[in-house]
């Protein structure tokens, strides 16, 4: 199943490097979410976008910039990060924005180490 | 506030064998969804099975069956004739009507042995 997929799948940056992270789904859905996971800790909802307006940042600090240009491209702009930002981050996306019967599926992650 | 708690941290089956993975969520809505979600070393988050908090009979999808409880707030994975791919951590999740996040419990790691 490649209906979300991911690039890079690793990454290894400096703090003060500009990097991005990218997403894509080939399934038409309208919703687009950027979650974190950090080892030990349950997922983390980033940002949530619907029909490319952002409509939740669960405060995120600004050093992650999301970007969503069409409804099937998300992007995560990441500058000056700190080493705890090192995690996994996994997209997803749903057909539609709040409905509990859809379900969200997920790209495969980027492993960001912050070094 | 919504919570979902899976607590076994980790469990072994043997190969071919059937196991049933723990999850009680927490909830004062009548509309929810749970969903079983199966994360290999990989990272990648493979969704696996979904029960509508409506639903009346029990949700299956091949080997995997969700053993739904609703008066117990219990929505326990079961999966049939395990196989060595089927280690890997398992998340529940559940999402309410109007909500847009999953709200993942802490996830449960299985270990098939042959």
């Known amino acids: 199943e490649t209906g979300v997929t991911q690039t890079p799948r690793h990454l290894v940056m400096g703090m003060t490097n500009k990097k991005s992270l990218k997403c894509e789904q080939h399934?038409?859905?309208?919703?687009m979410y950027w979650y974190k996971q950090s080892a030990k800790k349950p997922l983390e909802l980033m940002f949530v976008?619907?029909?490319?307006?952002?409509?939740e940042n669960n405060s995120v600090p600004s050093r992650f910039s999301p970007e969503c240009p069409n409804s099937s491209h998300l992007f995560l702009h990441l500058h000056t990060l700190q080493p705890e930002d090192s995690a996994l981050y996994l997209c997803?996306?749903?057909?539609?924005?709040?409905?509990?019967?859809?379900?969200?599926?997920f790209g495969p992650g980027t492993r960001l180490t912050v070094l | 506030a919504q919570k979902i708690t899976q607590t076994q941290p980790g469990m072994f089956v043997q190969e071919k064998e059937a196991v049933t993975l723990d999850c009680t969520y927490d909830?004062?809505?009548?509309?929810?969804?749970l969903f079983w979600y199966k994360q290999p070393s990989s990272g990648e988050m493979i969704f696996l099975i979904y029960?509508?908090?409506?639903?009346?009979q029990n949700a299956t999808e091949g080997r995997y069956s969700l053993n739904f409880q609703k008066a117990r707030k219990s929505a326990n994975l079961v999966i049939s004739a395990s196989q060595l791919g089927d280690s890997a951590m398992y998340f529940c999740?559940?999402?309410?009507?109007?909500?847009?996040?999953?709200?993942f419990g802490s996830g449960t790691r299985l270990q098939v042995q042959p």
């Open positions: 997803a996306s749903s057909l539609r924005l709040a409905a509990s019967t859809d379900t969200q599926y």
């Open positions: 976008y619907s029909l490319e307006e952002r409509v």
């Open positions: 399934l038409g859905h309208n919703a």
């Open positions: 999740a559940m999402r309410r009507t109007g909500r847009r996040a999953l709200t």
């Open positions: 909830t004062s809505d009548q509309s929810y969804g």
């Open positions: 029960q509508g908090s409506y639903d009346e």
